[in-house]
C-alpha cells in the first residue's frame, strides 16, 4: 500500500467530529427558523450546505488542521479554525450574492453561522482537554549532540513540552553523542555507555534526535535493539539534511518509512485549489475576452499573411513539452532571422532574447505585444492544463538545454500566464538569474493569497502599460 506523502497523518476522525457538528447545526437551523417552510427551497438548502462543508473541509486541510499532529501548537488551533469558518463564510456569502434571491432566510444563515462559530470552536477546546487528560506522562532520556546549538535547542524543546502537545514526556536527561569531555547539566553519559544507562535510569521513551553523519560513527540499529529488548520505545530524529528553504515530511511505501524533502510549496490540497483556481479564472478568460480575440484574430489576417495563432514548443512541469498558443504578433519567417538578430539582444543572456525594435514584428503585433492581447490564447493552455494562470515563465526547448543545475528549479511547477518576473518591471529586468530568482521566490513562497495578489498586479500593470514591448 502506498500512503500518499503529505496525506499520510490525515486526522479523519476530527473530519468526522467536524461534519457531524456542521450537519447538526443545520439540520437545527433549518426547522427551527422559518427556511423550512419555504419548499420551493429544499434543493437550494440543500446545494448551499454541501457547498459549505466542502469549502470550510478544503481551508480547514489548507491549514493543516486534521493532521495528526494539529494539536502540537495548540494556539494555532482555535485561530485556524476560526480563519476557516471566516473564508468559508465570506465565500458563502460571495455565492449568495450572485444568486440573490427574496425566498432566502436571512435569519436562518445568521442562526447557522453563529452557532456553527461557537460549537466548533467548543469543540476544539473539549478536544485539547481530551487530549491532555489522555495524554499519559512517562520518563524518557534524549540522545542528541550537545556540542551543537540546534541539539541544545531541541534537548530544551523536549524538557518543556506542555502536554496538549501529545508527547507529556518528564526528561531524565541525555545522552551526548558528541565526544565532547565537558558535560553541561542534565547528562546522563556517554553514548558508548547506552546500554548501562538505561539500566541506571529506568523510562519508557528514548528520544534519538542525530544525523546521517554521526549515525555513521556508531551502530543506531544496534542501540535500537538495545531499546527494543529492554522494552524501550524508541522515537527517531533525523536531522539527515539540512537544505535551506526545503519543507520535509514522513510518509511511508507499505511497511518502509520514508523521509522526503522538497522546495515546491504545492501539496495536494494546494494543487486541487490552484487547479480549480486555473480552470475557472481560464474560463472567465476567454469568455470575457472572446470580443477582443475575435477583432484582433481578424486585425492579424488582414495585415499579413500567414496563420493567426502562433503555436510554439515551450517546456512545462518537471520537463514536459507542450505548444504555447499565442496571436501571431511577428512574420512568418521570424524563426529564421532569430540567428541574425542574436548580437542585438538586450537580455544580455542568449537563453532569454529580447530585443525593443524587433523587425520581426507586425503593426499589429506591436500593439497586441504592447497591451499584452497576444498572451489571452494562453487561457486556453490553463483550461488544457499545461500552463497555470500564475507560474513560472514557461521556457523554450533551447534555453532549458542551457540550463545550470539550479535553473530547473524553475520547471518544478507549472509555468504561468503571469508571475513574479511579469509583475516586478518585465523588460526592466534583463539579468537571466534575476529571473530565475523571482520565479524561486515564487515557488517557495506560494500560496492562493499570492497568486491572487499576482493576478491584481498584473491587470494594474496591463492598465499602466509598463515592462511590455
Known sequence: MIKNDKLVNFN???????????????????FLTPAWKNIDYRFFYGIMLLSFTITFF??????????????????????????SLVFTTATMFVALFSVYSTGFSRLF????????????????????????ATTFNTKAIYVGNMSEKKGKGLYEDFVHLTPL????????????????????EGCLGDIKDFEMILRHNPCGNVIFAI???????????????ISSEMGITSRVIFDSYQFENYHWYVSSL????????????????????KRSMDIVGGITGVILSLPILIITAIAIKLNSPGPVIFKQLRVGLHGEKFHIYKFR????????QLKDLMAKNEMGDSRVFKMKDDPRITKIGKFIRKTSIDELP????????????????????????????????????????????????????????????????????????????????????????????
Open 12 to 30: 479523519v476522525n476530527h473530519v468526522i467530529i467536524d461534519f457531524l457538528v456542521i450537519i447538526s447545526v443545520y439540520g437545527a437551523a433549518y
Open 58 to 83: 478544503l481551508f480547514m486541510a489548507f491549514f493543516r488542521m486534521y493532521s495528526m499532529s494539529t494539536f502540537f501548537r495548540p494556539k494555532s488551533v482555535l485561530r485556524n479554525t476560526t480563519l
Open 109 to 132: 444563515l445568521l442562526v447557522f453561522l453563529s452557532v456553527t462559530f461557537i460549537l466548533l470552536n467548543t469543540e476544539k477546546i473539549i478536544l485539547l482537554k481530551v487530549r491532555k
Open 165 to 184: 502537545s501529545g508527547f507529556n514526556f518528564t526528561i531524565l536527561g541525555y545522552i551526548d553523542t558528541s565526544g565532547a569531555e565537558t558535560k553541561a
Open 211 to 225: 544525523s546521517i553523519m554521526e549515525a555513521q560513527r556508531f551502530d543506531i540499529e544496534q542501540l535500537l535493539r
Open 254 to 273: 507499505g511497511a518502509y518509512p520514508m523521509l522526503t524533502y522538497d522546495n515546491v510549496s504545492l501539496d495536494p490540497i494546494s494543487q486541487v485549489l
Open 329 to 336: 504578433s511577428m512574420y512568418i519567417n521570424a524563426e529564421q
Open 378 to 469: 494562453q487561457f486556453f493552455n490553463v483550461i488544457i492544463g499545461n500552463m497555470s494562470l500564475v507560474g513560472t515563465r514557461p521556457p523554450t526547448v533551447n534555453e532549458v538545454e542551457q540550463y545550470d543545475r539550479h535553473h530547473f528549479m524553475r520547471i518544478s511547477i507549472k509555468p504561468g500566464i503571469t508571475g513574479m518576473w511579469q509583475t516586478s518591471g518585465r523588460n526592466k529586468i534583463t539579468d537571466f538569474e534575476q529571473i530565475v530568482k523571482l520565479d524561486v521566490a515564487y515557488i517557495e513562497n506560494w500560496s492562493l493569497i499570492l497568486d491572487i495578489k499576482l493576478i491584481l498586479k498584473t491587470i494594474k500593470v496591463l492598465f499602466d502599460r509598463t515592462g511590455a514591448y
